[in-house]
């Protein structure tokens, strides 16, 4: 069959360049071109598994020879197969799952190349959560997620406008095997083990790790902990660097001021957004009503109207008429709020801050910067992480 097949190949490629009599319409040579191709390519997929079966052939050649030759015992037959080398193919699916579970995200890569059952297997999703969990789940927040499914949407996005505007072979390519053959075509000469981005974990994690993703995330103490920027913690980009194993924060112009890039942040001045209030959006309050002094909260605040918000840390304080006294404090029964904030000397303007509970909005003026929204600290991390980045010595 495959030797009728191939010696028919000449007739019909003659035939093909025969058959035309008349003009043919545009479409007519990317068809031409479209079966040529095809049967030059598919005469060398014969050809090569007729080399991959040469060694097959003459081993079962050698062994009728041998059988007619002697007959061979049933327990020589047998030992002969255990003596045979076991793949790691050939090892149950949930045993394999757990040796190919305990290697690292370098030796899952590497796996993924060296064939098709090893590479889809590598590349699932159950394999990368665990991961993507133990390194990124602290940074990638909700923000993050729809930063990269947008990504994913624009890049799909871009690919069927790609093949649309291609002619026959665009149309086409996405049937197999003409998608390789197109890409013989175009020159492609990508590595074996090269694949585009896709909506997998593992195209998430590796897309982390390259630093060619820019995910939002937020950074404490700013620009290297300047002075300005003390406890506080502000909305940027940030691109991992896997040589120095740090970030750089690229945060977004306000005012007259021009994007800023920080480089060499650690992982300890990184969280994702506890919210989802951008950083020129007024953050609702929900809290305000079991505010109660000694509270741990972070309040927004900015210079100006133009400038973006910034988380910054501060405790509920008592009222200057009320003495601090547990059995003897009104605080919770007003209506104003006062906020205090520790990290500067008494006497500084930045010290203290009054709210109203009930109608509270954004408050301020263009002197002290105005406050915004405020959410309450109920976990015992969170203001332990305030409590570590406090300054040496109090500010003015």
């Known amino acids: 069959m495959l030797v009728l097949l191939i010696s028919s190949l000449p007739f019909i490629f003659l035939l093909s360049k025969s058959l035309p009599l008349k003009p043919l319409p545009p479409w007519a040579c990317e068809e031409r071109l479209l079966s040529v191709v095809f049967w030059r390519e598919l005469a060398c997929l014969v050809i090569h598994w007729l080399k991959d079966c040469r060694p097959v052939c003459a081993q079962r050649l050698n062994l009728s020879i041998n059988m007619s030759g002697k007959r061979r015992s049933l327990g020589e037959v047998e030992n002969e197969r255990d003596n045979e080398m076991l793949s790691v193919l050939d090892l149950p699916e949930l045993a394999l799952d757990m040796v190919l579970g305990k290697l690292s995200p370098a030796g899952l890569s590497s796996m993924s190349c060296v064939c098709k059952s090893l590479r889809e297997t590598c590349r699932s999703d159950h394999m990368w959560e665990k991961h993507m969990k133990a390194k990124w789940s602290k940074l990638i927040g909700r923000a993050a997620q729809r930063e990269w499914d947008l990504c994913m949407a624009l890049r799909n996005n871009q690919s069927m406008g790609k093949a649309k505007g291609k002619g ?23 590595p074996r083990g090269f694949f585009m981005p896709d909506a997998s974990i593992m195209s998430w994690y590796l897309s982390l790790e390259s630093g060619k993703f820019w995910f939002p995330a937020q950074v404490y103490n700013r620009e290297h902990g300047h002075v300005g920027f003390m406890l506080s913690c502000y909305d940027a980009e940030v691109s991992y660097d896997c040589h120095t194993d740090t970030f750089h924060a690229r945060y977004p112009p306000h005012g007259r001021r021009t994007v800023v890039i920080e480089e060499g942040v650690q992982w300890d001045r990184l969280r994702a957004s506890p919210v989802d209030t951008s950083a020129h959006e007024l953050h609702i309050s929900d809290c305000l009503p079991e505010l109660w002094p000694g509270d741990h909260i972070e309040i927004q605040w900015r210079r100006n109207k133009e400038f973006p918000y910034g988380w910054w840390y501060g ?51 263009e002197t002290d910067g105005f406050y915004g929204g405020i959410r309450k600290l109920k976990g015992k991390d969170e203001i332990a992480m305030w409590k570590q980045l406090w300054p040496t010595d109090n500010l003015e």
């Open 315 to 365: 405790v509920v304080g008592h009222l200057e008429s009320c003495d601090g006294s547990d059995y003897h404090c009104r605080c919770r029964n007003s209506d104003t709020v006062m906020l205090e904030f520790n990290q500067y000397t008494p006497g500084s303007r930045w010290r203290r801050a009054a709210i109203n509970r009930k109608n509270h909005r954004e408050e301020g003026n």
């Open 168 to 190: 026959l072979f665009g149309r086409l390519s996405c049937v197999w095997p003409l998608r390789w053959i197109k890409s013989r075509l175009d020159g492609g000469s990508k």
